[in-house]
């Protein structure tokens, strides 16, 4: 009887090489369309939740472009400033998530202003639909084939996605109130009922969540619709939780070092330009500058751009973490021209 062929056994397929491309999402968010994408977005979400606190006050306070940098304009006055550089840049790369999370908080806690903050809720999907779909539509074309779509063409692309990535959320928000109503019927009854129905809307709060930046990516890839999007993210979120939680730890680490050090340069810039002004002045004390008194627009554009660069960083690596589960759990190659050829 001949000897069956032995069958090597499969490659992992995710390998070393595959997690450290998540690494180039860090020169990839230096790209200065990305971050005029960004940038633009952060201006709309501030304007936008303005008008909206005039219209229709008692939301929760989102932050308007310029308050999250406001250490830019001021110099550095010594060592002691490296630890509050890294800790704001590790808070501000939790601020794409924050604006989804804090409306939510807001909206199930017992005092809320429900369609005042479900309309805070609806135009920051909006709004980060639109960004988040061209930055995830312009990093999967640099990642899969190596081409560098335009602004206009990746703006456009997430103008029609819009409403499948927008209403992708929307969907498990929407079966977490109807959980809720049957909550305040059936708890009259019973405890546990609630408990019960509290756990599945934890449960869905969660996933979508931690699936909402896939979301972009899901769309803008496999050109899906909101309930096949939706199927997809949370799929990988639910089979590859572990995986998913590193790429995100990476991710955070990254961007954080990235942002960090991108403050330090601006700091020292403003330090050496204050220096430089002081050098010609009469009292050898004299600083001449003061950055951080009065608005200046240049320090307000520089806190802009360090703002834009982190949104810019956090869609571009979750569009390459997509990548990494997407072959991680479906077997298809996310880089180069094996990933084009799908």
Known sequence: MPEQPIQPSRPDRVGLRDWLRLARAVPSAWDLRKILISAVGLIAL???????DRLAPGAAPLPIWGDWGGHIGVPLRGPSDLSDVALRAAMMMAEPVHLLVGPLVHLFARTASIVPTL??????????????????????????????PGVAASLAFAFRRAPSVI??????????????????VLGKATALAALVLGLFSAVLLLEMVASWPLIHAAVAAESETAVEAIGRCYGYVNHRPLTLATALAVGWALGSVGLA??????RSAFSLGEWGVGIGLSNPGATGMRWESGPSPWVALMKLTWEAWAFAFFWASAARTYLLLRQDLDDIPAWGSAAARR
């Open 167 to 184: 209403a992708a959320p929307l969907h498990p928000l929407l079966i977490v109130l109807m959980l809720g109503l049957m909550s305040a």
């Open 261 to 266: 050090a991108f403050e330090l340069f601006l």
């Open 119 to 148: 309309l805070q809720l609806v135009w920051t999907l909006a709004v980060m639909g639109v960004v988040g779909g061209a930055l995830a539509h312009m990093e999967l074309a640099e990642a899969a084939t190596g081409e560098r």
């Open 46 to 52: 501030g304007l936008g939740a303005s008008a909206l």
